[in-house]
Structures are given as structure tokens and as C-alpha cells.
């Protein structure tokens, strides 16, 4: 087998090849750049997925719980519908811990699960049974949250609006609150103004 003889002005124009497919992928294959694409959107939406992970737990530090709540050796959290987190919601089961205790998740739940809940997450796929969905969770000393739109004027407890840059604004119920013997602190209200 002969040598592979590249010197000179072949040397440098591979050279300049090989620095140009290095800073411009795309020009080497436009498959690899959509996966790359790809691949930075799906980090994108994990971290903002974690970020809103962070709120939910974040809002349970401002809630009192009834001495009558779930007695459980864990804080159960619950997602009625759709699992809008993703895998960052799992990556805090058993891991995170709320009111000293190991937070376990448990998600797409039927409304009569809730009754085993400290907090029901309400999903947006769940936006159009709204009314009907928080008529089943009343009458338990459960927190209920969600980002749908108006969903504490229906009589949720915690609805948090999201900004582009992952800012969360925070609008409580708190007589939605009181009537399932719950406190909302008025510092959670306070911290997203």
C-alpha cells in the first residue's frame, strides 16, 4: 500500500476543508445539523421542564396543610391529565424533599386517586373538563395548581403564568384554599409581583 502524499497546497486546502466542516457542521451534512437542532431544542425544553419543576416544589414551602391531610411518610404529588414536565417531574421522586418528607410522583391520576394527593398538578389537557375536574377534587385537603389560563377564577388554588424567560407569576385563591382547610401564605403571593 502506497503513502498518502499530502503536502504543499494539499495540505492546506484540506486543512481549510477540515476547519470549515468543524465550525460550519452544516456544510458537512445537513442530517447532522438538524440532529444538532434537534438535539439543543430537547436541552432547552429539559432545563425549562426542570426550571417549572423548581416553581411547583418552590410553592409548597408557602402552604399549610391540615392536620387531618394524607398521612403518608412521603409528600405525594399528583398530575391529573397529561404529564406537562416531562422527565424532570421523575427526576425529583424520592429525591426532593417537601415539609421534611421525600417527594413521590405520581402522575395521569383519576380524580378519586386524589384523595391519596397532598397536590394535584390539573394539566392543560384537562382545560376543557376544568369545572368539572376541580368539582371532584373538592372536599379534600388537597392543594391544586395549574397554568391553565383562568384556572384560579374556576376556583383552582395556584395558577402560575409563565413568561418567555421562564418568569412565573403567581395567582392564588386563597378562599379556594380555606375552604379545603388550607393556608396560602401571603409571601408566595408577594414573590411573584
Same mark, same amino acid.
Given at each position: +500500500? ?20 468543524? %465550525? ?8 447532522? %445539523?438538524?440532529?444538532?437542532?434537534? @438535539?439543543?431544542?430537547?436541552? @432547552?425544553?429539559?432545563?425549562? $421542564? ?7 416544589? &418552590? ?8 392536620? &387531618? ?13 397529561? &404529564? ?37 398538578? /390539573?394539566?392543560?389537557?384537562?382545560? &376543557? ?15 391544586? /395548581?395549574? $397554568?391553565?389560563?383562568?384556572? %384560579?377564577?374556576?376556583?383552582? +388554588? ?36
Amino acid at each position: +500500500m502506497g503513502r498518502l502524499d499530502i503536502s504543499g497546497w494539499r495540505a492546506c486546502a484540506l486543512a481549510s476543508l477540515l476547519a470549515v466542516l468543524v %465550525a460550519f457542521p452544516s456544510f458537512a451534512s445537513p442530517a447532522l %445539523a438538524t440532529s444538532a437542532s434537534r @438535539a439543543a431544542s430537547m436541552e @432547552a425544553l429539559k432545563e425549562q $421542564s426542570t426550571i417549572r419543576v423548581g416553581h411547583l416544589l &418552590n410553592i409548597f414551602k408557602f402552604v399549610t396543610w391540615p392536620e &387531618n391531610a394524607v398521612k403518608s411518610e412521603r409528600f405525594v404529588l399528583c398530575v391529573l391529565g397529561d &404529564n406537562p414536565f416531562g422527565s424532570s417531574l421523575y427526576d425529583v421522586d424520592g429525591v426532593q424533599m417537601v415539609r421534611d418528607k421525600p417527594v413521590r410522583v405520581v402522575v395521569d391520576i383519576s380524580p378519586d386517586f386524589a384523595k391519596y394527593c397532598h397536590a394535584v398538578y /390539573v394539566s392543560g389537557s384537562e382545560a &376543557n373538563r376544568l369545572p368539572a375536574r376541580l368539582k371532584e377534587l373538592k372536599g379534600r385537603p388537597l392543594l391544586t /395548581v395549574s $397554568s391553565i389560563e383562568g384556572f %384560579a377564577d374556576a376556583g383552582g +388554588m395556584v395558577e402560575l403564568r409563565y413568561e418567555r424567560d421562564n418568569r412565573v407569576f403567581i395567582r392564588g385563591n386563597p378562599k379556594a384554599a380555606e375552604a379545603e382547610s388550607l393556608r396560602i401564605s401571603s409571601k408566595l403571593l408577594t414573590l411573584s409581583r
